[in-house]
């Protein structure tokens, strides 16, 4: 999955759009792994930590327990103890002889993997301040050297790697930004790129116990620039796509050189699914403006939309919002369908393309298409209309910075018109948009969804079976 730039329909630079779901809180499970994980993390350079492991108390029972009292959780240990044990018995041996404690304490790290992505909102009052600081201070050096001069930051990496130490009371979040430091001394290399991006995925693993989430910008990598970011997580939404289960992550700056425009986006195939909370802020606005002026508009009048058309349809999205209150909602809630789409059509669209029924490049149209008929599909009812004027807006727009997300948004529309015969609002025209525009907006919520969700079963079809089947 690619990381997607004002992927949502940006209604000409003025919009945005909607639907559900969420949690602020850890599951129990979540929370027996947190415990464990920063346990051994703060364990790892500790004195006692080799008795520890030689003696195989770390494989006691009552170990956990114990630790697990201290902590204010009881009854947790009971949620992580056989994936616990499953990770302590599956340490390999080295040269036939068991691993050294500290190699030992991180293979049952990774064993745990993926460790939780915790909300800042869920620390503690003293370690939330400690957090925010090493971000503010000694990482926001860190990454503004890597931008400015990434050959002249030797005491950038150690004053990073010093106050890791002192703020998560161990060295193997220091060791993860000396490496990521050490491998950022030239990034012309390719295989330098991947290490880089490897280097910081298995340091995020560790900084997400505690609420912190580290990027790479992605095309500036692939350019030789440096440019790290980092976010504080802040809330986590849980989304049901189609049967399947996806967090996304509302993240906020702490450490940004350049400013990251995306509303979300998945940054790998496995990795998480992330929405920028100052982007949304930022659309909530634009939402609010158009909304509040009648005079404003993201469609333009031609031929058969006459000016009329244009302003009737104006009318109907902004009656249809009239009555709601909180428009950030919906706003986030589209941004997780539609990010989460992509995670669930991945496997498919990534297949078709191994049987040569598409390019890499019809992929990413495609990937586009399926998320805004499934964002179609389950929006609210009150936010369909304004919904379906955020996708026609990116597909119409003139300014083309992303061209996959509008071609994707022209193909959704044609898979709606291809299930919905009896109203005409797209044509072959070079205008595009069809004479039926002013009807499909008068049309229900519950007929406009039916529409979009026998669509986007057209689209999965075509995507499993190839263009036969269009």
Same mark, same amino acid.
């Given at each position: 999955?690619?990381?997607?730039?004002?992927? %949502?329909? /940006?209604?000409?630079?003025?919009?945005?759009?909607?639907?559900?779901?969420?949690?602020?809180?850890?599951?129990?499970?979540?929370? *027996?792994?947190?415990?464990?994980?920063?346990?051994?993390?703060?364990?790892?350079?500790?004195?006692?930590?080799?008795?520890?492991?030689?003696?195989?108390?770390?494989?006691?029972?009552?170990?956990?327990?114990?630790? /697990?009292?201290?902590?204010?959780?009881?009854?947790?240990?009971? =949620? %992580?103890?056989?994936e616990l044990k499953n990770a302590m018995e599956g340490v390999p041996l080295i040269n036939g002889a068991p691993a050294e404690p500290r190699i030992w304490i991180k293979s049952v790290l990774y064993g745990l993997s993926p460790l939780p992505m915790v909300p800042i909102s869920t620390l503690e009052p003293l370690e939330k301040k400690r957090i925010r600081g090493f971000a503010q201070g000694a990482l926001k050096e860190f990454s503004s050297t890597l931008y400015q001069n990434p050959r002249?930051?030797?005491?950038?990496?150690?004053?990073?790697?010093?106050?890791a130490g002192s703020v998560f009371q161990s060295g193997?979040?220091?060791?993860?930004?000396?490496? !990521?430091?050490d491998l950022s001394r030239d990034v012309r290399l390719k295989q330098q790129e991947f290490e880089l991006i490897d280097a910081k995925d298995r340091l995020n693993e560790a900084l997400h116990l505690w609420g912190l989430h580290l990027v790479w910008d992605a095309e500036k990598l692939i350019e030789g620039q440096l440019n790290l970011s980092a976010y504080l997580i802040e809330t986590k939404h849980?989304?049901?796509? !189609?049967?399947?289960? =996806?967090?996304?992550?509302? $993240?906020?700056?702490? $450490?940004?050189?350049e400013f990251y425009p995306a509303?979300?986006?998945?940054?790998?195939?496995?990795?998480?699914?992330?929405? /920028?909370?100052?982007?949304?802020?930022?659309?909530?606005?634009?939402?609010?403006s158009y909304?509040?002026?009648?005079?404003?508009?993201?469609?333009?009048?031609?031929?058969?939309?006459?000016p009329a058309s244009v302003k009737l349809?104006? !009318?109907?999205?902004?009656?249809?919002?009239?009555?709601?209150?909180?428009?950030?909602k919906p706003l986030i809630d589209t941004v997780g369908h539609h990010e989460g789409y992509h995670k669930f059509i991945d496997p498919h669209l990534s297949q078709s393309v191994r049987r040569g029924f598409f390019t890499e490049n019809e992929k990413s149209v495609l990937h586009e298409t399926g998320a805004y008929l499934y964002q179609l599909?389950?929006?609210?009812?009150? /936010?369909?209309?304004?919904?379906?004027?955020?996708?026609?807006?990116? *597909?119409?727009s003139e300014t083309v910075d992303f061209p996959a997300n509008q071609q994707g948004a022209r193909e959704a529309l044609i898979f709606l018109q291809q299930v919905c015969s009896d109203i005409q609002f797209v044509t072959e025209q070079k205008n595009f948009l069809g004479p039926g525009l002013v009807d499909l907006f008068k049309s229900s919520p519950r007929f406009l969804k039916d529409v979009a969700e026998r669509a986007r079963l057209k689209y999965e079809v075509y995507v499993r079976n190839g263009s036969a089947a269009k």
């Open positions: 999955m690619m990381r997607r730039r004002l992927i %949502i329909y /940006f209604i000409t630079a003025r919009i945005l759009a909607c639907a559900w779901g969420l949690d602020t809180s850890l599951t129990q499970a979540e929370q *027996a792994k947190v415990v464990v994980a920063k346990h051994l993390i703060e364990l790892l350079d500790r004195p006692e930590a080799s008795n520890l492991v030689k003696k195989q108390t770390l494989f006691q029972d009552s170990y956990w327990e114990g630790v /697990f009292h201290k902590k204010g959780f009881s009854t947790r240990y009971s =949620f %992580i103890r056989p002249d930051f030797e005491a950038a990496i150690s004053n990073v790697a010093m106050e193997l979040i220091g060791e993860g930004f000396n490496q !990521l430091g849980v989304y049901d796509i !189609l049967g399947v289960s =996806f967090y996304m992550y509302e $993240v906020a700056p702490v $450490v940004e050189n509303l979300g986006h998945a940054e790998g195939d496995q990795g998480p699914l992330l929405l /920028f909370g100052q982007t949304i802020d930022q659309q909530l606005h634009l939402t609010q909304l509040s002026d009648e005079r404003a508009s993201v469609l333009t009048p031609h031929g058969d939309l006459d349809i104006d !009318l109907l999205v902004r009656d249809s919002l009239s009555d709601m209150t909180d428009l950030r599909s389950a929006a609210q009812d009150k /936010f369909i209309l304004f919904d379906l004027l955020s996708v026609l807006a990116t *597909a119409t």
